[in-house]
């Protein structure tokens, strides 16, 4: 280790102190002893390491489970370094192909940068825009003639694309892998030859992508190679399946603060910790304190939850926002009543019939369902009431009128209005 040898007592507290930060909750550092050198060299010369992460923009709607690396990258920040934050519109027109059976359908340059947009809004709400540099990767790529491009594609082998899983699969299987979708791991490696990352992060699932840009530097010149920092998938509500809106057990960051809370108060207990220390701030010493409190006995989940779910709207909504949202969960969870403020929604005439309107219409008109299968669904499972009598008969017709209340499942609520 020479460059921790160079460094002053001080100094090498400080490397250890980053260290720290850095490892937590990393679930593999590839390659580990780089991680050291690079540190310490940062540390002794004052130069900031460029630490990047890309974001395909083809699914701009974040959710907690996405903010793992963004806390991560936020750790970066506050110890002092730069954040290369990459928007791929230029890859983004190809898809990752990761995980995927098929061919990913190519989106257009207006989806992209309307989700762009979408992506940069929310990302400061957890990243300090001051630290933060904006990369989009259509600046480097877009430039790149054929003769480039040629020479990017010869830097790999076809039998190393192979060695991706998803390839591998669809190979075996006789799936169509078209040409273009090998182009998306040199696109995204050659991000970081463009930008000379020192680190770059992303979740296991980006493992390839992420060593790809590794083997670029490498391949053009770079004496070192970005390191990989490979962070863990955030299970969801349900606490087996990867936290997806697709699957519906995801917590999402532009949530309401009574659903946001509501949610987070639904997370499996033997995932307190996990949560609190990849999608938190909360310093490592709160960690073994509150991991400590919950194997001990001292700490009941339930308070954890409560203080996991005040946190997340503190972040997302802020402060008062939080306490009120604790104040609905006690009222309508704990103390089964109604909330003190319901917000009201309206239900045009032209949809009722002499005052009566089928309860999936009802439904999907004030957004609680957003189809008429969806609404069904959740009166068959009980979930749905009107002035606290519960529907069980999804083919039903209500009777409605302004003033009414309608609840459907634990976290939604409203107070009609008809003909406004």
């Known amino acids: 280790m020479d460059a921790i040898k160079q460094l002053t007592e001080e100094q090498k507290q400080e490397v250890e102190r980053q260290l720290r930060i850095i490892r937590r909750g990393a679930v593999e550092i590839i390659p580990g002893d780089a991680l050291v050198q690079k540190v310490a060299a940062s ?20 959710h907690i489970g996405h903010t793992v690396v963004l806390h ?8 002092g370094h730069e954040v290369q934050l990459i928007i791929g519109d230029f890859t983004g027109r190809i ?62 082998t076809v039998a190393r694309m192979l060695e991706r899983d998803d390839f591998a699969k669809r190979y075996t299987s006789s799936q169509p892998i078209h040409i273009h979708e090998f182009f998306y791991p040199l696109m995204q490696g050659y991000d970081s030859v ?31 190679g970005q390191i990989a920092l490979l962070m863990p998938l955030l299970e969801g509500l349900d606490g087996v399946q990867k936290m997806s809106k697709s699957l519906g057990n995801y917590i999402g960051i532009n949530d309401s603060p009574n659903e946001m809370f509501g949610k987070t108060m639904s997370i499996p207990d033997h995932l307190m910790v996990k949560y609190f220390e990849l999608s938190t701030g909360v310093t490592n010493e709160e960690l073994l304190e509150l991991k400590k409190g919950l194997e001990e006995g001292h700490t009941h989940p339930r308070d954890a939850k409560i203080r996991l779910a005040k946190q997340f709207v503190r972040m997302y909504h802020g402060e008062e926002e939080a306490e009120q949202a604790e104040q609905h969960f006690i009222t309508v969870f704990q103390k089964r009543a109604l909330p003190e403020e319901i917000e009201e929604r309206s239900v045009g005439e032209e949809l009722l019939e002499e005052g009566t309107i089928a ?28 002035n606290e009598e519960k529907l ?25 209005v008809v003909g406004e």
Do not use: C
């Open 43 to 62: 540390v002794a010369t004052g130069k900031p390491l460029r630490v990047k992460l890309g974001l395909d923009p083809s699914a701009p709607d974040i």
């Open 72 to 79: 991560k990258l936020r750790q970066f920040q506050d110890l």
């Open 95 to 156: 898809g990752d192909p990761t995980g995927k059976s098929e061919t990913r359908k190519q989106l257009t340059e207006e989806d992209v940068k309307r989700n762009a947009a979408t992506y940069q809004q929310q990302l400061y709400k957890i990243l300090d825009p001051k630290r933060t540099k904006f990369h989009f990767n259509s600046s480097w790529l877009q430039k790149l003639n054929f003769q480039d491009v040629l020479e990017l594609s010869a830097k790999v």
């Open 194 to 224: 463009a930008l000379e990352s020192d680190i770059e992060l992303g979740g296991t699932d980006q493992t390839f992508n992420i060593l790809m840009g590794r083997t670029l530097q490498s391949a053009y010149g770079s004496k070192e």
């Open 359 to 386: 309860v999936s219409k009802l439904l999907v008109a004030l957004g609680f369902a957003a189809s008429s299968s969806e609404a069904r669904r959740l009166v068959v499972q009980g979930a749905v009431k009107i």
């Open 392 to 416: 069980s008969d999804p083919n039903d017709r209500v009777k409605v009128q302004s003033g009414d209340i309608i609840q459907a499942g634990k976290r939604k609520f409203a107070r009609l």
